[in-house]
């Protein structure tokens, strides 16, 4: 008996043509709601939960087929956020419905939120079952430096990720690279030292960092405190794809 129940969900916003949160085309769905303070968050008017469009999963995928021929053989629905194991129930109805349909289904989230307490682990599974593909940020190696940048410790994160490669769950690692604070040599080859010990992973992405978020941080009033950091440049960029070994990764449905 299944314990996701049908469910509304509590949407930011949609994308109907999204080309870089996972295979092909997509059709990409912000969730409300995220527990992490990410201090590059581009997205932080999706921090709070119960905020937003109040939608039906099943009027959700109808707005999503309409653009079904965009996507091909590779492409599909990815939800993202925001967090969205905020919101499992929602995400497991969509979910459900997309595969009923023959979509591709990938789920974009920081792990920051796995336990293995129940209920949420039997609903996870439950939503790992209808998810075809997993795309994982891992934001710090280093527990310490991951709660400066997010307010929250690595622990869970790390723990989802080994439980998704136990389970042998198809992911896609991706990292923020932020010059100053987490492109140091010394945590990129940790962080490769740590994906190399996952079985599971089949693409490695480093996602440059990126200012075009900070107008919302004004508009909410929020302090923003990586003013003065700039986006890495080329050099960098290849300099941490050679420590994470990007190249070792075919990818999953290019």
Known sequence: ??????????????????????????FVVFTQGCPMRCRYCHNPDTWALNVGQTTDPDELLEKALRYRTYWKENGGITVSGGEPLM?????????KAAKA???????????ILFTRDEPFFSKLNELLSVTDLVLLDLK????????????HENGAVLEFARYLSEI???????????????????????????????????????????????????????????????????????HANELLHTDRYDGYLK
């Open 1 to 26: 008996m299944a314990l996701c129940k049908p469910t509304p969900g509590f949407v930011h916003s949609t994308e109907t043509f999204g080309l870089v949160d996972g295979p092909g085309v997509r």
């Open 87 to 95: 919101q499992v129930d929602f995400v497991y109805s969509l979910f």
């Open 101 to 111: 349909e023959g979509v591709n289904t990938a789920l974009d989230t920081s792990g």
């Open 140 to 151: 710090h190696i280093d527990s310490a430096a991951h709660k400066k940048l997010t307010l």
């Open 168 to 238: 042998g769950k198809p992911i896609w690692i991706r990292h923020v690279l932020v010059p100053g604070v987490n492109d140091d040599d010394a945590s990129l080859i940790k962080l490769d030292a740590f994906i190399s010990t996952l079985t599971n992973v089949q693409r490695v992405e480093i996602l440059p960092y990126h200012t075009l978020g900070v107008h919302k941080w004004e508009a909410l009033g929020v302090p923003y405190t990586l003013e003065g950091v700039n986006p890495p440049d080329a050099e960098l960029l290849a």
